[in-house]
């Protein structure tokens, strides 16, 4: 069932380190470079620009983009228009190739990448393929909740949230769980969402899905509102730190496109595929949840810039904070917005976290 290997017409950016220009897609909305995020299952390709602008892919299932242009030129910007563009692509982050997503290997747990994150131009997991699913996170263990929370939550003003990126697990009958894989599309499965710090957090995920998964574990995907107030702090800052940017504080500048550097081309073809399993295994991509202990806002909300794409509960389908790849082409940091996509939509990039009322 963690088979399911998805493609995605995305519009992604070839990112300059790779030798491309970012192209627009004629947006359909504001008028950033709203990059559209690259998803996933079906659909042919569209422009290769890492969803600069709304690019605007046909979102059924899966799918990324229903090409609404984003709308506000948020358009996810970030690249993961295309699949999630920009180069967020590791997956299991970061890599360090123990599927903890800490950078270092094939994100696959096994440790054995070796190949340079920085060379767009070639795949350092030649040994992962579209049946590579690795499940590194177990059953996580949340820890107790802040404030008055549940567990893996943190209160703040008058509701709670996770405090890290949800991963998944799968309930089985019984209510007994399994691992499921960060790297796997839910499909209908029954899974539950949890807010653990170092796991792989869920990419590769819809809107629905992500409701129903929070649901599953009691809780609800949080509001337009509730996510920019958690992320933007009492203060309203720009940065979940601060108002001033910081780089390297959080997981937002991977250098190589992950398909590019994957597929080892810039092929209109490859951004069909932004679902491969692959794209968030390799190095120096997707991080384990906290591992960039700065990235925090007042309340200790960790990750809410940069890493996955988090959606949030807009029926027209709306996610924010941007990812591994990009935290600024569709507004800096807590701004980022992108509307490019319906609420099928899932690629690499695509992730979430829950809220519930306090």
Not at 82 to 101: A, E, H, L, M
Request: glycine fraction near 16%; proline fraction near 7%; charged fraction near 20%.
């Amino acid at each position: 069932m963690h088979t399911r290997f998805l493609l995605l017409p995305v519009l992604a950016t070839l990112l300059a380190a790779c030798g491309q220009e970012t192209t627009e897609t004629g947006e359909t909305g504001t008028t950033e470079t709203q990059q559209t995020t690259g998803a996933a299952p079906s659909s042919t390709a569209a422009s290769q620009s890492t969803h600069v602008e709304s690019e605007g892919s046909s979102d059924s299932t899966s799918g990324d983009g229903d090409g609404d242009g984003d709308g506000d030129g948020d358009g996810d910007g970030d690249g993961d228009g295309d699949g999630d563009g920009d180069g967020d692509g590791d997956g299991d982050g970061d890599g360090d190739g123990d599927g903890d997503g800490d950078g270092d290997g094939d994100g696959d747990g096994d440790g054995d990448g070796d190949g340079d994150p920085n060379d767009c131009s070639t795949n350092p997991i030649p040994m992962c393929d579209d049946l590579t699913f690795p499940a590194p996170n177990g059953i996580p263990e949340p820890p107790a909740g802040l404030g008055g929370c549940p567990a893996g939550m943190a209160a703040v003003a008058d509701f709670c949230m996770d405090r890290w990126e949800a991963s998944l697990v799968e309930v089985l009958p019984g209510d007994s769980l399994a691992p499921w894989s960060p790297y796997a599309h839910p499909n209908g499965a029954n899974v539950r969402a949890i807010s653990a710090p170092a796991t792989i957090p869920q990419g590769y995920i819809d809107q629905l899905s992500a409701s129903a998964a929070c649901e599953a574990a009691g809780k609800r995907l949080c509001t337009d509102n509730e996510w920019l107030r958690a992320c933007q702090g009492p203060g309203q800052s720009v940065f979940p730190y601060g108002d001033e940017v910081m780089p390297g504080v959080c997981n937002d500048a991977r250098m190589c496109h992950p398909a590019i550097q994957y597929f080892e081309t810039s092929a209109d073809w490859i951004w069909s595929q932004l679902g491969h399993p692959c794209l968030n295994q390799l190095p120096a991509g997707l991080a384990q949840t906290g591992a960039h202990a700065n990235c925090t806002t007042a309340e200790g909300i960790h990750d809410m810039m940069g890493n996955l794409h988090e959606w949030t509960d807009d029926p027209e389908g709306t996610f924010r904070g941007g990812f591994y790849v990009d935290t600024e082409i569709n507004g800096p940091g807590c701004l980022y917005k992108t509307t490019a996509h319906n609420v099928y939509h899932w690629d690499y990039s695509t992730g979430f976290r829950c809220c519930a009322d306090a």
